[in-house]
């Protein structure tokens, strides 16, 4: 047995780097080996269930318990020291015996190798107070290649605890963000299948670390000598496109970007004497100075507050009327005086008391769970999606269980005290009608499910401060949220802005921040961060900042085939659909035909009413509501941008086309054509005036001269001007923002 056992060793590690099988670990060599492998990952025995039986941690957040399985589940089969080839981790492994994952590697491979080791050494736990593993370097961080390159190597060292490194390139799990674009061997080459561009990530235990690598096809560097920049934005965003061999488009023109500032910063569209004035002005400046006007407009606070209410929940069925109203107002007066966001932020996670007198508290009356209050917390100021820690370690982000429970506890205490309130709906126990008054307990924790003992209160992924038993958790939250000094939120805040003015965050989604989902500019956006902070976290200036430069005023259509192709780097404008207060009050500026909501007096914008609409109510009175229902008003039940819904349906289309409100925004007889018709305008007047208010420009040579013509022959007039009203206002021209 001896002779049997000490051949084994020596033909194994005829195969591995390691030297010794007494060098072999079971978390820096075995547990790596699994993630290579796949073994627990979710979809195989890291699942929750397991698989067949046989259960591991996900991703080896737990390695006592994984020892555990192998060695003593099973009578011990699936690691046998005595006969290390006869194991069935190895035998399944290899596809020697039936395994429904097939073979994960070759018995000539590295990876048979350490486990062999380890199981021949007798399938011993690390020993306590071992060297950990305190960062990963893969080199190169970035790779672009250009036909006819086709391939790289990547590296991957260990650094750790004691002072010791190692190349690991041969235990790392490699994992590409898209499919299609290149392959990697188990050597670490990187090799293209496609022209492309995808993330490779590269994880050693715990760490991962990102590789950006674009596959470019053999084109011609596209002159950028000439291009003017008006800021910093401009030369990191040229700076990336020059790399990437992308011709950015031309300026927008002025029609396309007077429409463009408007939505984007007021939701609603210029008036014709608004667009006359812009386009008649020669001022080489004219764009700053709308851009300054935009910002001191009422309408800015209005439809900033309305994405403010999005992500904090400010929906009627958990606040009440009230409640939204008062949230609502208080969210536009402080985007109005250009608070600094971090002090928003900190007003809102420490608030307390009535929910009336202090508007900022109905944020707790809203996301009622400590669980569903740190998630949400997490996500709107922080930027980082834990959820997935919530049952094990994150398996994509560095967040384990401990952290994710020991954040929550900063939240075990809120309590409330209902006031003259009335239940709303007798299943729902947190829908009251009326005020309550948010307020912290001297007592109750967060209780850990896995140490059934109550988690220490901390802050995420820094140091945290004491928090006593008689601690304001709350506020010592808020102190460190609003710091700045914080690495989250500034670059939080920033993507979610240039998601809002550009279409697409830096990094997408714009509130999963992390290793494996790094930004498509990562200079460009460290840098908005630094800036938001140094100018002190102003919304409004960092808005002008973005508006103000040329990326952001480029063209949506451009003649560059490649360039077009381009969605991830700012060559030319994005093309978005309309949201639904956008859309409707476009609709209503255009017409002329005010909407009217229920409760709400005649002529409030869809942008002005707090709250999104709770019942389909019949007649003229509940279209507006129906409206934005059917083109994605949010019920705002998540924290989360991704809850609006932009998708065209046949519902959009059946409204704009054959909808009542549409019929009666055209047909309405004192609506804008009308108005026309009774003050005696001509036709080409009126069509000037319908062009200018809904597309900011006239109608060109072609255009007109049709649209006359079918006017000129036209039995009846106004039905004829109707049939024009109509097809303009469903044209994409209209419906899309570009």
Known sequence: MFTRFTTAIFFVFAYSPITDAAEVSFERDVMPVLSRAGCNSGACHGNLNGKGGFKLSLKGEDPTTDIAALTREMLARRTDPHHPAESLLLLKGTGKVPHEGGSRFSPTSTEYAALHGWIAAGCLPDKPNGPTLTRLDVTPAAKILIEPADRFNVKAIAHFSDGTKRDVTHLAAF?????????????GEVIREATGETVLLVRYLAQVDPVRIVFLPDRPIPEMGTIPVNNEIDKLVLAQLRELRLKPADLAPDHVFLRRAFLDTCGILPTPTETRAFLADNDPKKRERLIDKLLSRPEFAEYWAQKWSDLLRNEEKSLDKKGVAVF???????????????????????ASGSTYANPAANFWRAVREPTQRSEAVAQVFLGIRIGCARCHNHPFDRWTSDEYYGFAALFARIDYRVGDSTRGDKFDKHEFVGEQFVFQNRDGEMIHPRTKKPAKPTLLGAKSPNFGPDSDRLTGLADWVASPGNPFFARTQVNRIWLHLMGRGLVDPNDDFRATNPPTNPELLDYLAKDFAVGGFHLKRTVKKIMSSRTYQLASTVRERTTMGDDLHNSHAAVMPLEAEQLL???????????RFAGYPLGVRANQVPAPPQSGRRGFD???ERFLKVFGKPDRLLTCECER??????????????????????RNPDNRVGKLLLAGKSDAEILEEIYLAALCRRPTETESKKLLALLANAKERRAAWEDVFWAVVNSKEFLLRR
């Not at 994992?175 to 050597?187: D, L, Q, S």
């Not at 009050?585 to 909407?595: C, E, G, N, R, S």
Request: net charge negative; no cysteine.
């Open 645 to 666: 819904n932009d998708d065209p349906g046949l519902l959009q289309a059946f409204q704009l086309i054959t909808g009542e409100l549409m019929n009666e925004m055209v």
């Open 328 to 350: 609502y107002r208080w969210i536009a007066a402080q985007i109005a005086a250009d608070r600094p966001l971090n002090e928003f932020a900190r007003d809102i996670l420490a």
């Open 585 to 595: 009050d476009a609709l209503a500026q255009v017409t002329d035909v005010p909407v």
């Open 175 to 187: 994992e590409f963000t898209t499919v299609g674009i290149a392959k990697i061997t188990p050597a």
């Open 622 to 624: 509940g279209m507006g």
